[in-house]
């Protein structure tokens, strides 16, 4: 607030100082507010903020008192769950989620390796397992029916067999499956462990060797017969089933290769000497020893003599030179003398196609 004071005069009317002559002198001040009315002004503000501070905190009281009576009731609710049911729900469910699947798997296979396969060969002949499996009396080991039947007594522990079957293991060989050792000649069947040496007996790619000097070549019969086809033409006498043929026979040639034009089978004439006496002379066909024979007829006709034979041939997957002919042996024995000086002569063959068999002459 600002008023005006006149320091020489109460009105215009008093003279000044000099007299009237002069004007008079007047001069204005501003007037401040005394401490009284500072001090009242901040006491006023100092009142009012202190109003608004007080409400801030009744705020925080009220908001900190509703979250403690919220969780002071979920605290209660908890209490009441547990009661009722005996565990505390959060922890059920975390344990629940965390606890690993022990579901049984069924019926469903699972695969196994093997990294030594012989376990499932008998210990004494060496051959796959089949069912029965017997175990000796006093220490449980395991024999084939072939070798518990033979040898009566454990090699390991000298115990006797009996009649103790392991059913373990022959649960094991039902259960198991596995592939033919020929699947890498072309074999595509799986069958159960105790199966395995049945179909291995009589499966259709047993492994045959190239007859040629100097090939190493093992593979199915149906394939050998191809790669000697493209390999080795020439090194075989080419026949047909049903029509007469001839060949050359010399004294020391050990065997001579046939194969049939269409079907590709091929044969081996073996010729074995037999010192003193003569030649013998046979037909065997090259494939696994299972399958089924051809017949065939062999002739020699020299110097008036002739020499006749009529037999089936025996199979043979993988020997060309088998030692000489046992007793039991078909065969046709040719004397030395009928070779004359040249040390060879000619001889006729017939032969028929796999299980035909030909009239009796």
Request: proline share 6%; with cysteine.
């Amino acid at each position: 607030m600002v008023r005006r004071t006149r320091l020489f005069g109460d009105t215009e009317d008093d003279e000044g100082v000099g007299g009237s002559s002069h004007p008079v002198l007047k001069r204005y001040r501003r007037d401040f507010p005394s401490m009284t009315s500072w001090e009242g002004q901040r006491e006023e503000s100092e009142h009012d903020g202190s109003e608004e501070e007080y409400q801030e905190d009744d705020d925080e009281l009220e908001y900190q008192e509703d979250e403690d009576e919220l969780e002071y009731q979920e605290d209660e609710e908890e209490q009441e769950f547990i009661a009722d049911n005996g565990y505390d729900e959060d922890v059920y469910i975390e344990d629940e989620e965390e606890e690993p699947n022990y579901e049984p798997i069924g019926d469903e296979p699972i695969n196994v390796t093997l990294n030594d396969p012989g376990v499932f060969d008998c210990p004494i002949c060496f051959e796959p397992l089949t069912i029965p499996v017997f175990q000796c009396e006093n220490n449980g080991h395991i024999a084939c029916y072939y070798c518990s039947s033979k040898i009566h007594k454990c090699p390991s522990c000298s115990s006797p067999f009996g009649s103790s079957r392991c059913r373990v293991i022959e649960k094991v060989l039902e259960s198991s499956t596995t592939s033919c050792r020929n699947s890498k000649y072309g074999c595509k069947q799986t069958m159960t462990y105790d199966k395995k040496r049945e179909h291995e007996k009589a499966c259709m790619h047993l492994p045959c060797s190239c007859p040629h000097s100097g090939c190493d070549f093992v593979a199915s019969s149906r394939n050998l017969y191809k790669h000697f086809d493209t390999n080795h033409v020439s090194s075989a006498t080419k026949f047909r089933y049903y029509r007469d043929f001839s060949i050359t026979l010399k004294k020391n040639e050990r065997f001579t290769v046939l194969q049939e034009r269409n079907e590709g089978t091929m044969f081996i004439l073996k010729n074995r000497v037999i010192e003193g006496v003569g030649n013998a002379v046979r037909l065997n066909c090259l494939q696994p020893s299972f399958m089924k024979e051809s017949y065939y007829k062999l002739g020699i006709k020299t110097n008036g003599n002739v020499l006749r034979l009529q037999s089936y041939t025996k199979s043979s997957p993988c020997q060309v030179y088998d030692g000489p002919p046992s007793a039991m042996a078909t065969f046709l024995l040719i004397p030395l003398d009928l070779f004359g000086s040249s040390d060879e002569l000619s001889i006729n063959l017939f032969i028929w196609p796999k299980g035909v068999k030909p009239p009796i002459e």
